[in-house]
Structure formats: C-alpha cells, structure tokens
C-alpha cells in the first residue's frame, strides 16, 4: 500500500509511522516528491485496517496499490525519475543517445568509435565485453580487457559507459569499470541476477525479454528497486511475434505505455528490434517522436566485419546524419538531443 505523508513532516513523527508499518509486518520505501513524501509499504497483510496508519499524525491518505510492481508504479511516484550519472542526467529534459559496437573487438577499434559517436552528440558509450550468444561458436567477448578498453576510450572522450552484465560471477569485476549496467533480454527473468544488482546503486539498464509482457517487465523492475537499487531505466528492444520479415517487432507504443504506468526513464534499441541497418534510422526517429528518454544506436565504422550483429550497426556517416535529423525532432515535442 501507498501512504501519503505531508512533506514537512518532523523527522520524529515520520519515523513513528515508518515504525508502525514494520511492526506490522511492512517493509517500508521512501520517495520524496516535490509536494509530498510517499512511504510504499510492501508485504502481504490480509485484513490489515489501513485506518491504523491514516490516523497518524502527518499522514494525508493511505491507499491500496492494485499492480503487482509497486514501487515501480506512477501511484507511488507520480513525478518521473531523473538519474544523474556524473554530469549526465537520464529522464530530463534531454533524451540522451547511447551509441557504440556491438562488441569491443580491439584497443583501437573501441577508441575510434568512441570519438567518432561523441562527435556527433552521444553521451554514454555501449560496448560489450562478455557476449551472451546464441552459437557457442559464436565470438564471446574479450572480458575484462574489453571492459579496460572501454573504461579508457569513453574517459579519453568524455562518455559514460554501459555495458552488459551476464552473470552474478561478473558482478565485483564489471563494477570496477562500468558507470551503467546492462541487462540483455535473455537474462530479464534471471532473478538471482537482478537480485545482486539489486544492491548497487550504479544504474542499471534492463531490457525488455523477447516475448515478455509490459507487466512481467515491470515486475522484473520491481526487483531492482524493492532491492534498494531505486536508479532503474527500461529499455524496449522488440519483441518476437508471429512475423518474421525484421529479427522482431519494435513495439513503439510500450514506450508511453510504460511511461505512463512507471516513473521509470525509457530507453529504446531500435537496432536489436530490427536487426537491418536500413531501417534503425527510421525507428531511431520514430522512437524520438514517441518521447523516448534514451536511444541505443549500434555503430560500427566496417559492419561488414563485425565480430557480432555487423547487419545491425550503422556506419558513422549514418549516425550523423541521424543525430541531426533527431536534433530536430525533439526540439518539436520540446526536449533536445545534446
């Protein structure tokens, strides 16, 4: 349940409230709003009277919350979340732009496009490590050297960097480099996993599960956030359907969808959703006008030869021209790129 205290609130009176909500078998999560402090008290308490709290000194009104994912809901934060990264702030007014391979293949490849994708106006840096493939014959990643290489090239260019997280094993050795973790579609429902990253503060991105439903993707949130981790940003990055003209279906529309039930911050991967190159520019731009908050562009300077999904990362050139064009899309609905 959701319970409403004034914002002003004495220190001493709130933790009497926050006191009569454990003793009653609630764990208790805070979240101060701009007009109010909202106290999310989870736990299963059939037949708990909720008059027992409303009668408390400080407290406006205690309601019951009807979604399975709680603190990840509008009712219990209704202003959005900002999540500020050094000087980078994710959910803002600016829709941030992630871009980078598919993979770290080399030292040099990695800070080549790393300037190359700063030029143009990105601010965090993708790049992947540890490669969760569907062939185990597959290019795998170059582990922790491809995290060094990554640290350097986004310090070098002023990015923040992200990369993906495939095993709770990783956990201590990925959080020595990275600013952001990522959690790929395969490992959404991997609960012991985002129960670990669940206890860091560092952000973490997570990315929708391929045939996942907007709820079991915000459950998976939920997980995160009931863990203590509150810097939780969504990402939808297509999902399988009966079609199979593009790898998966970009399912535009789950971003105000999502937005509108999560004060989480959304992302957007129109290159895994559509696995041609060809089309990640118009996605790009259609997902900008949908008001995404974040956009993960895959770009690479020889897709052709690519360690991993080269059909999917567009040239530098075409990320440059995107930027441009998105530039003044989101002036239009009244947020900027860069």
Not at 101 to 114: D, G, K, M, T, Y
Request: glycine share 6%; charged share 25%; hydrophobic share 40%.
């Amino acid at each position: 349940m959701i319970v409403v205290v004034e914002k002003n609130i004495q220190s001493e009176k709130l933790e009497i409230i926050i006191n009569e909500l454990n003793s009653n078998g609630f764990d208790v999560h805070q979240s101060t709003g701009e007009q109010f402090i909202t106290l999310g008290a989870l736990g299963v308490q059939p037949g708990f009277d909720i008059r027992k709290i409303k009668v408390l000194d400080g407290v406006i009104d205690v309601f019951r919350i009807t979604e399975p994912y709680k603190l990840a809901s509008r009712r219990f934060k209704s202003e959005k979340t900002v999540i500020k990264v050094k000087e980078v702030e994710i959910g803002g007014e600016e829709i941030i732009v992630i871009a980078g391979p598919c993979s770290v293949e080399s030292e040099e490849q990695i800070h080549r496009l790393a300037k190359i994708v700063q030029k143009s106006g990105a601010k965090i840096l993708r790049g992947g490590a540890f490669k969760p493939r569907t062939s185990p014959y597959s290019f795998q990643g170059l582990g922790e050297d491809g995290l060094k290489f990554l640290r350097s090239a986004a310090d070098e260019n002023n990015l923040l960097m992200i990369t993906e997280i495939i095993d709770t094993a990783q956990f201590d050795l990925i959080e020595k480099y990275t600013d952001i973790f990522q959690i790929g579609s395969r490992n959404m429902y991997n609960y012991p996993l985002l129960k670990v990253l669940s206890k860091t503060q560092k952000p973490v991105l997570l990315k929708r599960g391929m045939s996942a439903t907007i709820e079991e993707w915000l459950m998976s949130a939920e997980y995160l956030l009931a863990g203590g981790n509150p810097n939780v940003i969504l990402c939808e990055r297509g999902i399988r359907t009966f079609d199979n003209n593009l790898r998966f279906t970009f399912d535009i529309s789950a971003i105000n969808t999502v937005q509108e039930k999560s004060h989480l911050p959304v992302c957007s991967d129109p290159s895994h959703a559509t696995g041609y190159r060809d089309k990640v520019s118009a996605m790009a731009r259609a997902a900008v006008a949908a008001n995404t908050d974040l956009l993960m562009i895959e770009v690479h300077d020889n897709p052709a030869s690519a360690l991993s999904d080269g059909p999917q990362a567009i040239t530098p050139e075409q990320f440059d021209n995107l930027m441009t064009q998105l530039k003044q899309i989101a002036q239009v609905i009244s947020r900027r790129i860069g």
